[in-house]
């Protein structure tokens, strides 16, 4: 695949992902302006050896420490790499990443060498670090840093005010919806960072893993908020019954199949279901009782219904009014 890039704004370009941006590589973006960037390095080495002949990169940009967005920071090694400052013990270092992101042990091994194997990674460390409020300055074009957390913990967006353009990243709008499977992921910052995007009132949406959205970006956030509110339902469906932890892991309420791996599957899916649980128990809508997790009501299973209403105070097909006064 040759280098295909989509115009934004006069001097900000989305640079279309190997596998058309899809999971394991990402978009990357290219700013040509008085200087030259690149936004994220998972779009393919082809790609990015591409964009080394044909431009003079001075700087790269990272959103965020996962690899499908840093893989490729290496083909450039004479320029600095701009990386959030919540990943400056890890950022383009693999061990000390698969520890952040699964802790130490032979999951973080296998998913290193996974990594490796799959994107290429290498390592290359940052060599320096933005934070919150943090404006890049390129000529004409001016990029805000809005730390976005959830997804991890240093997940950022990037917005341009003067034609509210918005590069979300990994708030990416899938139909998968929001990811948020690992140990430093949190869902409650997530729907927060949801609204702070919201919030921004952008006209035009480009996230790492799907074609830019420019009509209806109000539906596309809440159908993609949505997701989140499904999995609650499943997983609330599932502990009705009464459920350990490994059998709703079985179930799959987040991937429904194996998608990396089951050792790598099992972790991610785990990890999304705790956050839910974890949720559902402080709210009181559920209860442990050793391995099993119940239903707090005594209600049966087939009143779920009027459980929700006496929590939420409205039916459950119109989930999506509740964001705003449940986060
Ligand atoms: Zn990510």
């Excluded at 460390?125 to 840093?145: C, E, Q, R, V, Y």
């Excluded at 948020?180 to 952008?202: A, C, H, T, V």
Aim: aromatic fraction near 10%.
């Amino acid at each position: 695949m040759s280098l295909e890039l989509l115009k934004l704004n006069e001097n900000l370009y989305l640079v279309t992902g190997q596998n058309a941006g899809r999971f394991p590589c990402a978009h990357s973006f290219l700013v040509q302006d008085r200087l030259c960037a690149l936004i994220d390095s998972g779009c393919g080495f082809e790609i990015l050896k591409e964009i080394r002949e044909s431009f003079s990169v001075d700087l790269v940009i990272n959103s965020h420490g996962h690899p499908d967005h840093s893989s490729g920071n290496w083909l450039f090694p004479d320029v600095p790499l701009y990386a959030p400052k919540e990943g400056t013990e890890s950022h383009g270092r693999l061990l000390p990443l698969s520890h952040r992101f699964f802790g130490p042990g032979p999951l973080a091994d296998h998913w290193r060498g996974w990594i490796r194997q799959v994107m290429g990674f290498v390592d290359h460390p940052a060599t320096n670090f933005f934070s919150d409020g943090h404006i890049f300055d390129f000529g004409h074009l001016k990029l805000k840093a809005i730390h976005a957390p959830g997804h991890t913990s240093d997940h950022y967006c990037f917005f341009e005010p003067e034609n509210r353009i918005l590069l979300s990243f990994d708030i990416d709008f899938t139909s998968f919806g929001p990811w948020y499977g690992n140990l430093e992921s949190n869902l409650s910052e997530f729907k927060r960072s949801i609204d702070i995007i919201r919030g921004l009132d952008p006209k035009l949406v480009a996230s790492s893993h799907l074609h830019p959205i420019g009509e209806g970006i109000e539906q596309a956030l809440q159908d993609y908020t949505s997701v989140i509110d499904k999995r609650r339902r499943k997983i609330i469906e599932l502990v009705s019954h009464g459920i350990s932890r490994s059998a709703l892991v079985d179930a799959a309420p987040v991937y429904r199949r194996h998608l990396h791996g089951p050792e790598l599957f099992r972790f991610f899916e785990g990890r999304m279901i705790d956050l839910h649980l974890e949720e559902l128990l402080a709210q009181g809508i559920i209860d442990r009782q050793g391995e099993e997790y119940r239903l707090a009501s005594s209600e049966p299973a087939s009143s779920l219904e009027p459980l929700r209403r006496a929590v939420w105070g409205m039916d459950s097909s119109s989930c999506s009014g509740r964001y705003g006064n449940s986060y």
